[in-house]
């Protein structure tokens, strides 16, 4: 269906937003395309969707060449890009058939069409309907379902989710699912790890425009164990002890990152108290414990060597030179996802602060729901930046573990079964859940754990008020329905 | 090839319909626009109305001669909103479909220039009839056609210069503040105000190569009802005008990234 051989696109100024990418998409598949802003992906979907010329490379989309056939290409593809690309100021229905029109379908067909679209993507009553009305979600399912209009047989869709509430985004999956059972080829890009495990068959993981690796989901995450300890320390393990936990035959990888230490193993229930044993007779004291299955951060980490939310920081804006101006206006309204690098640095900048001095984790989880409440106000007050654009880190988490129980739900149970060997730390989606989940556990006096905690005690104390704050998936989830209601405001002009 | 003739022409006019529905869903727009041009000639009439008392000024009535200017000048001022609409298109990411989907390039520019010289022939045919009431005079039948034709081709080449610089700018402040900063230049480096003999020569060599000046000459000859080699001149001036203008457009349509 898709086949890329040694693509490449410069932007004037030499920018090499997408570095010689190779790859094939057979029919049927969902292939994810996963990387932070700014690793090509855009870029890479606009080559493959004629919006940009390649500047070397060849592309060929179901036979045709992108480059000598623009036009067959056209025809072949439906195409959801990250703003609506629904025009508000018609209704639901006459949407559908201007689409229609621009594909030279005649009239009856496209009614056809409509009608099968409709009631696919349960809309059918909404056809009169002014789109500028419509909520986010719905819009982005009109989107979709006119992209569908001149029966594609592959659909690329850009970011599309951003800016939707999880209920919204658990919904869009189900009807992606649906749109692939039925044959159809997708291919999605995406920075939400979260996103390419629930929907994707194939991940590849693009970062400063190459591509890292390509695997299913679960190959790329069983490549790491079946499970991951993540331990921190008061200072960063030196290189010789780092050897040391390298050559040790219980783990499969070992990832340093900072003051933590990801340890990737097998069984890692078994696993544990022999690793805190073992790390006593090393003399090492860790700060905090964590079990968690690996998670595609985990992936991002093994592939790229920089953290998921740290990795924007060294890439190049997608717009390229002096498209700059998209990605700075995108910033101030609609949708901050889009937006370039400036804002992964200060996001990047904090999670960093988390995570190397993990002393201050507990007061910023402490403070964390003010924020959350004040930044739900002020983003209904002023955009509708939704997406994990201008949220916080730990926001995200609460949204992926809403959206993401069933992937979760393994690692809760396993905190239950053995809250002892807990310790929370709040580097992690699950970790926040598991704060609340083991509070009990933290006072009841005697536990192991508690002298593993070492000095990092007096910080933990703080623990209980600050799972008390911390809101659970609702209120997470909450904080945004606001912001999507906003959004409404914004699209109805 | 010419499945690909007759795909350009019905999309060219299927899009133009499609954006003259929207101009009809919010027709105060194009009644707004008349506003100001309007005020122009009312009050900028008023003022210098004893400018027409001047030895060797063409015409006997300042609103007589001031009425074509205007006319330009809602041209100007509507043409220059095209590339705002446009950007409308981009943010809420029709465009983008609209460029995804088998469509030429010239379809789609050549429907946002049409659209926006149909609201500017509605403005213009208003503007008459209302100049007409306060002593401008009424062309005739052969001169509103004329009149008709000069402020199509205008609106073409500006229009065209508005989307081109939307495309380019991306954003809409700077090309507001550029719209703002190019057409009243614009109108006073042309005979629209003042009789080119007032002005001192070196802006009288500037409003040589200024299409408006030629669009001034070419609907006060409408006025008059001199089709003379003048006449026929500035239109074909006008005509190489619009032709680049909407050639640069779709250039910059063609490689926008």
Redesign the interface.
């Known amino acids: 269906m898709i086949k890329i051989d040694h693509l490449i696109k410069e932007?004037d100024g030499g920018v090499r937003a997408v570095d010689d990418i190779s790859l094939h998409v057979q029919a049927g598949e969902v292939f994810g395309f996963l990387g932070p802003n700014g690793a090509g992906k855009t870029t890479t979907i606009?080559i493959l969707?004629?919006?940009?010329h390649p500047t070397s490379g060849t592309v060929r989309i179901a036979g045709h060449d992108v480059s000598q056939d623009p036009?067959a290409v056209?025809?072949s593809?439906g195409?959801v890009?990250?703003?609506?690309?629904?025009?508000?100021?018609?209704t639901v229905s006459e949407n559908m058939l201007?689409?229609g029109?621009?594909?030279?379908l005649p009239k009856k067909k496209i009614e056809e069409r409509m009608e099968a679209l409709l009631s696919l993507f349960d809309m059918s009553e909404r056809s009169g309907q002014w789109v500028g009305s419509l909520s986010g979600g719905l819009k982005r399912r009109l989107?979709i379902a006119?992209?569908l209009i001149h029966e594609p047989k592959l659909l690329f869709l850009d970011e599309p989710t951003i800016g939707l509430d999880p209920k919204s985004r658990a919904d869009l999956w189900a009807y992606l699912r649906r749109l692939n059972q039925e044959g159809m080829t997708l291919f999605l890009t995406t920075h939400h790890l979260d996103e390419v495990d629930q929907l994707a068959n194939r991940v590849g993981i693009l970062d400063s425009g190459r591509i890292r690796v390509i695997g299913t989901p679960d190959e790329l995450k069983d490549s790491l164990g079946e499970d991951t300890i993540h331990l921190t320390f008061d200072r960063a393990v030196d290189t010789a002890m780092l050897e040391v936990f390298r050559k040790k035959e219980w783990f499969k990888e070992v990832i340093q990152e900072g003051l933590s230490l990801r340890l990737y193993l097998e069984n890692g229930q078994t696993y544990l108290p022999k690793v805190m044993q073992w790390l006593e007779a090393l003399g090492l004291t860790a700060k905090s414990v964590l079990l968690a299955r690996p998670t595609f951060d985990d992936v991002y980490l093994k592939y790229t060597g920089k953290n998921w939310l740290l990795a924007g920081e060294s890439s190049e804006d997608e717009w390229?030179g002096k498209?700059n101006?998209?990605a700075k206006?995108w910033k101030k309204s609609?949708d901050s996802d889009t937006g370039g690098d400036e804002e992964w640095k200060k996001w990047g900048d904090q999670a960093q602060g988390s995570w190397s001095e993990e002393k201050d984790t507990p007061e910023k989880l402490e403070s964390n729901p003010a924020e959350v409440a004040s930044e739900a106000a002020s983003e209904s007050n002023q955009s509708d930046a939704s997406g994990t654009g201008q949220e916080e880190p730990w926001k995200k988490w609460g949204d992926q573990a809403q959206g993401d129980w069933s992937a979760e739900k393994k690692s809760v149970e396993k905190s239950k079964v053995t809250p002892s060997e807990e310790v929370p730390e709040s580097t992690q989606p699950d970790e926040t859940k598991k704060t609340v989940e083991s509070n009990d556990a933290e006072n009841v006096p005697d536990e192991p754990w508690k002298k593993w905690q070492g000095q990092g005690d007096a910080n933990w104390s703080s623990e209980d008020k600050s799972s008390e704050d911390k809101p659970k998936g609702e209120s997470d989830a909450s904080s945004q329905w606001p912001s999507d209601e906003s959004s409404d405001k914004n699209?109805k002009e | 090839m010419s499945d690909l003739i007759l795909h350009f022409i019905s999309d060219t006019r299927y899009l133009f319909f499609k954006y003259l529905k929207l101009t009809w869903r919010m027709p105060m727009w194009t009644f707004f626009g008349l506003i100001q041009p309007l005020l122009w000639l009312l009050i900028f009439g008023q003022l210098f109305r004893g400018f027409a008392e001047l030895p060797q000024f063409p015409t006997g009535d300042y609103t007589q001669f001031l009425a074509p200017g205007v006319i330009v000048m809602t041209v100007l001022f509507g043409a220059s909103w095209s590339g705002v609409s446009l950007l409308r298109d981009l943010r809420h990411g029709v465009m983008e479909k609209l460029l995804v989907s088998p469509i030429l390039r010239s379809s789609i520019v050549l429907s946002r220039l049409l659209h926006n010289a149909f609201t500017v022939l509605v403005q213009v045919f208003l503007l008459v009839i209302v100049s007409a009431l306060i002593g401008a005079g009424m062309p005739s039948g052969q001169g509103f056609f004329w009149i008709w034709v000069v402020v199509l081709l205008l609106a073409v080449g500006f229009s065209a210069i508005s989307n081109a610089l939307a495309m380019f700018l991306k954003e809409e402040e700077p090309l507001v503040v550029m719209g703002n900063m190019l057409t009243l230049p614009l109108l006073f480096f042309s005979s629209a105000l003042v009789p080119a003999d007032f002005m001192p020569a070196w802006m009288q060599l500037i409003s040589r190569f200024n299409p408006v000046t030629y669009g001034v000459e070419a609907v006060r000859a409408c006025y008059e009802g001199v089709f003379l080699q003048p006449f026929w001149m500035s239109l074909g001036i006008l005509v190489v005008f619009a032709g680049v203008s909407f050639i640069a457009a779709i250039m910059t349509f063609q490689r926008a990234e």
């Open positions: 932007f606009k969707t004629t919006l940009l036009l056209r025809m593809f195409y890009g990250q703003q609506s690309g629904v025009d508000p100021a018609f201007l689409q029109r621009l594909y030279h989107d006119t992209a390229g498209n101006k998209w206006k609609d699209w």
